[in-house]
T-cell receptor, first 114, second 111 residues
Framework: NAGVTQTPKFQVLKTGQSMTLQCAQDMNHNSMYWYRQDPGMGLRLIYY???????DKGEVPNGYNVSRLNKREFSLRLESAAPSQTSVYFC?????????????FGQGTRLTVV | QKEVEQNSGPLSVPEGAIASLNCTYS??????FFWYRQYSGKSPELIMSIYSNGDKEDGRFTAQLNKASQYVSLLIRDSQPSDSATYLCAATRGGYQKVTFGTGTKLQVIP
């Protein structure tokens, strides 16, 4: 199984450019997430989607938009990239059960905004 | 105060020793706790989850939870150089949507 697949793995953008990070999962999970990881800051939630058709803001949503295209796919869009958005982005998915929820992460996208 | 706190390390232990990784959390309503391992340049990988007070063992890994003290720990027995990684602690009140991660502890296992 592929699990959670993100594209691209690396990207360099100029300030003001836009781009979309793609994420797809093949585990039939309801919930999907976008995180960013910065040195000394840990993983911070940007947006999440508890189910197909719903999205909610996380801790650091400013400058981002998301689309839950279907149960499998959850994309993250930067409309006008800024240097402060230089980071490593991770997509994740999880299925909640009575025992809790455990998330599985994609391989990450290393984004540099110059 | 961060919601989930970890010592950034590095924590250095000799091969074969027990590595003890600690985490404290500030939200008393937290119910579910997770330990992730992250190798340099890679994505986090779940290694343990714990939901009740006490110990939970899985192979060489033991997670310990003390809700009264708001403390979670991960013990790695017979540490191997391949265990060298950053270990992330995470907590949530319920529902993975609201999970909060610590900044991670870097573990170095010295051969």
């Amino acid at each position: 199984n592929a699990g959670v697949t993100q594209t691209p793995k690396f990207q360099v953008l100029k300030t003001g450019q836009s781009m979309t990070l793609q994420c797809a999962q093949d585990m039939n999970h309801n919930s999907m997430y976008w995180y960013r990881q910065d040195p000394g800051m840990g993983l911070r939630l940007i947006y999440y989607s508890a189910s197909e058709g719903t999205t909610d803001k996380g801790e650091v949503p400013n400058g981002y938009n998301v689309s839950r295209l279907n149960k499998r796919e959850f994309s993250l869009r930067l409309e006008s990239a800024a240097p402060s958005q230089t980071s490593v982005y991770f997509c994740a998915s999880s299925e909640e059960t009575v025992l809790g929820a455990e998330a599985f992460f994609g391989q990450g996208t290393r984004l540099t905004v110059v | 105060q961060k919601e989930v706190e970890q010592n950034s390390g590095p924590l250095s232990v000799p091969e074969g020793a027990i590595a003890s990784l600690n985490c404290t959390y500030s939200d008393r309503g937290s119910q579910s706790f997770f330990w992730y391992r992250q190798y340099s340049g890679k994505s986090p990988e779940l290694i343990m989850s714990i939901y009740s007070n006490g110990d939970k063992e899985d192979g060489r890994f033991t997670a310990q939870l003390n809700k009264a003290s708001q403390y979670v720990s991960l013990l790695i027995r017979d540490s191997q150089p391949s265990d060298s990684a950053t270990y992330l602690c995470a907590a949530t009140r319920g529902g993975y949507q609201k999970v909060t991660f610590g900044t991670g502890t870097k573990l170095q296992v010295i051969p």
